[in-house]
């Protein structure tokens, strides 16, 4: 029994419907076509991201120490260190190196990387201007302060 508010024309598709009955269809043993996705590929992905991250972090600290000098010496051990410590607390909460997890290493590199190209291309300046690096670190930005936005 089939109830509900249905209009003529709903009415006459259903038991057109119902009384075609089943519609032929083969099945054979060995299906047309297959498609495969597994953990290779998953695999696969992760092995290519350990290689770049591999090749990164062997290229990234060679370019700072050729052109940074000491200063890159020291900007490569704090790379280091921030890696050990952020790679051991993903071991210590047992965080999935995945795809994501590489891409949020890789994104942290290229920060830290960035945050010292910015610091010592601003000491370089200081120290162009004649500075010793005593005050050169000590010396505030020379870009403007951000206006108030409250009149007088």
Request: net charge positive.
């Given at each position: 029994?089939?109830?509900?508010?249905?209009?003529?024309?709903?009415?006459?598709?259903?038991?057109?419907?119902?009384?075609?009955?089943?519609?032929?269809?083969?099945?054979?043993?060995?299906?047309?076509?297959?498609?495969?996705?597994?953990?290779?590929?998953?695999?696969?992905?992760?092995?290519?991201?350990?290689?770049?991250?591999?090749i990164a972090s062997i290229l990234v600290p060679l370019f700072m120490l050729w052109y940074y000098r000491f200063s890159g010496v020291?900007?490569?051990?704090?790379?280091?260190?921030?890696?050990?410590?952020?790679?051991?607390?993903?071991?210590?909460?047992?965080?999935?190196?995945?795809?994501?997890?590489?891409?949020?290493?890789?994104?942290?590199?290229?920060?830290?990387?960035?945050?010292?190209?910015?610091?010592?291309?601003?000491?370089?300046?200081?120290?162009?201007?004649?500075?010793?690096?005593?005050?050169?670190?000590?010396?505030?930005?020379?870009?403007?302060?951000?206006?108030?936005?409250?009149?007088?």
């Amino acid at each position: 029994m089939i109830e509900g508010n249905f209009t003529k024309e709903e009415v006459q598709d259903l038991v057109n419907v119902l009384n075609a009955g089943s519609l032929p269809a083969a099945l054979t043993k060995e299906p047309i076509s297959k498609l495969y996705s597994g953990a290779t590929l998953g695999k696969d992905t992760i092995e290519k991201s350990k290689r770049a991250m591999i090749i990164a972090s062997i290229l990234v600290p060679l370019f700072m120490l050729w052109y940074y000098r000491f200063s890159g010496v020291v900007a490569v051990i704090a790379l280091g260190l921030n890696m050990l410590m952020l790679v051991a607390i993903m071991l210590t909460i047992k965080a999935a190196f995945t795809l994501t997890g590489f891409a949020g290493l890789a994104l942290t590199v290229g920060m830290a990387v960035d945050n010292n190209v910015l610091v010592y291309e601003r000491l370089r300046e200081e120290l162009a201007r004649g500075a010793t690096l005593r005050m050169a670190i000590a010396t505030p930005s020379t870009a403007p302060a951000p206006r108030s936005s409250t009149a007088i």
